[in-house]
C-alpha cells in the first residue's frame, strides 16, 4: 500500500524529452500513473495530446503502447484483455485518455465496459479541451472558458460551472470512480492503486494543466492546478458502492478568482461572471458537506 513517496519505485516508464509541451501535466500524469501499474503494462491511448508519446522510433515509452481511434480505447481494452487470457498472460492495461475522447467521442466505448466489467483502469486526463487539435471545447470545458470555438467564452448552461460530472456518473455503473488532480500525487497515486485493484473498470478523472491552451507560464503548471482543488472548482472525491466521500476536505475554500486570474482562457471574465462561479462552488459544496449531493442506494 502507498503511503508515501517512499514506496514508488525510483524508475521512471517514460524517458526524459518527450513531444509534448514543456509543463504537460497530461505526461506527468502518466509517468505517476505507471509508477503504480509497473512495467507489465499496457497503456492504451485514443488519439490525443499523448498520442504524441507513441510516435516510432523517437518514442520515450519504456511499457507497450497501443494508440487507437478516438472512439474505442476501452473496446482495444477489452480486446486485449481477453487475448491476455487466451495467452495465459497477466498483465496490466491502463487506458489513458483525454477527456474529449473520454467525455464526449468514445463515452459509448467506456460505458460499456464499464457495464460488462471488462478488468482495466482508466485515467481520463482531464485538460477540459480539445488539446491536440487546437483547443476546441469539450464537456469538460468550464463555462466561459475561452476556446477557439467559443472565442467570446463558453456559454454556461444553467450551472456556471457546466461541466459535466464525469466521475459521478461513471460511479452510477457501479464501479471505483474517483477525481484527482496532478498537484496532489499521493491522493492520485492512492486511487490508482484502489482502480487497479478493482474488478472492473477502475475509472479517474484527473484534472491536468495544460499551459499551452489555458494560456499561463508553464512553469506555473502545478500552482494552477493545485489552486482548481484549493478553491473548490475541481473537489477531490472517490466513488465506492455507490457513496460518495470527499479526500480533500479543508474547513475554508479559497477565493474561485485566485484559480482564473492567472489564465489568458478567464482573462475577459467580469466581476459578475467570477461571482457566479463563485456562488455556484459555494452551493456545490453545500451539498458536499451535508452528505446530500449524490447519494444512491449500496448496490
Ligand atoms: C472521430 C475523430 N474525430 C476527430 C479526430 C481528431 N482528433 C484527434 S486528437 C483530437 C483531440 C482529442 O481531445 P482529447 O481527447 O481531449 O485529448 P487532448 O488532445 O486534449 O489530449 C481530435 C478531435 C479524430 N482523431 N477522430
Ligand atoms: S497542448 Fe496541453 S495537454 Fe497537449 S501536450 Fe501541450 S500542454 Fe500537454
Ligand atoms: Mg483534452
Same mark, same amino acid.
Given at each position: 500500500m502507498i503511503k508515501s513517496f517512499k514506496d514508488l519505485p525510483l524508475e521512471n516508464l517514460i524517458s526524459g524529452g &518527450?513531444? $509534448?509541451?514543456?509543463?504537460?501535466g497530461g505526461e506527468l500524469g502518466l509517468k505517476l500513473a505507471l509508477k503504480v501499474m509497473g512495467k507489465d503494462t499496457i497503456v492504451v491511448n485514443a488519439s490525443g495530446?499523448? &498520442? =504524441? =508519446?507513441?510516435?516510432?522510433? $523517437? $518514442?520515450?515509452?519504456?511499457v507497450s503502447f497501443i494508440h487507437n481511434a478516438i472512439e474505442n480505447a476501452p473496446a482495444t481494452a477489452t480486446g486485449i484483455m481477453h487475448a491476455l487470457d487466451k495467452l495465459g498472460r497477466k498483465m496490466d492495461i491502463l487506458c489513458y485518455v483525454g477527456d474529449g475522447a473520454t467525455y464526449d467521442i468514445g463515452f459509448q466505448s467506456l460505458s460499456g465496459a464499464a457495464a460488462r466489467g471488462d478488468n482495466m483502469v482508466y485515467v481520463c !486526463?482531464?485538460?477540459?479541451? !480539445?488539446?491536440? $487539435?487546437g483547443n476546441q471545447w469539450s464537456t469538460a470545458t468550464p463555462a466561459f472558458a475561452k476556446t477557439t470555438t467559443t472565442p467570446p467564452g463558453k456559454k454556461s448552461?444553467?450551472?456556471? =460551472?457546466?461541466?459535466?460530472d464525469m466521475a459521478k456518473i461513471m460511479g452510477a455503473h457501479g464501479i471505483y470512480s474517483a477525481t484527482a488532480s496532478t498537484a496532489f500525487p499521493l491522493d492520485y497515486l492512492k486511487k490508482l492503486e484502489k482502480a487497479r485493484a478493482f474488478k472492473g473498470v477502475g475509472f479517474i478523472d484527473l484534472l491536468v494543466n495544460c499551459p499551452t491552451n489555458w494560456?499561463?507560464?508553464?512553469?506555473?503548471g502545478i500552482e494552477v492546478i493545485r489552486l482548481a482543488v484549493q478553491t473548490g472548482i475541481w473537489p477531490l472525491y472517490e466513488v465506492e458502492n455507490g457513496k460518495l466521500e470527499l479526500t480533500y476536505n479543508p474547513k475554508v475554500l479559497l477565493p474561485v478568482e485566485k484559480f482564473l486570474k492567472g489564465q489568458d482562457r478567464f482573462k475577459h471574465l467580469k466581476k459578475r461572471d467570477i461571482q457566479r462561479i463563485q456562488e455556484a462552488v459555494n452551493t456545490e459544496w453545500k451539498q458536499y458537506r451535508t452528505g446530500h449531493y449524490w447519494e444512491s442506494d449500496e448496490y
Open positions: &518527450t513531444p $509534448t509541451c514543456p509543463g504537460c495530446c499523448m &498520442t =504524441l =508519446l507513441s510516435n516510432y522510433p $523517437t $518514442t520515450p515509452m519504456k !486526463y482531464n485538460n477540459s479541451c !480539445y488539446g491536440n $487539435t448552461r444553467g450551472n456556471p =460551472l457546466s461541466r459535466k494560456g499561463f507560464s508553464a512553469a506555473k
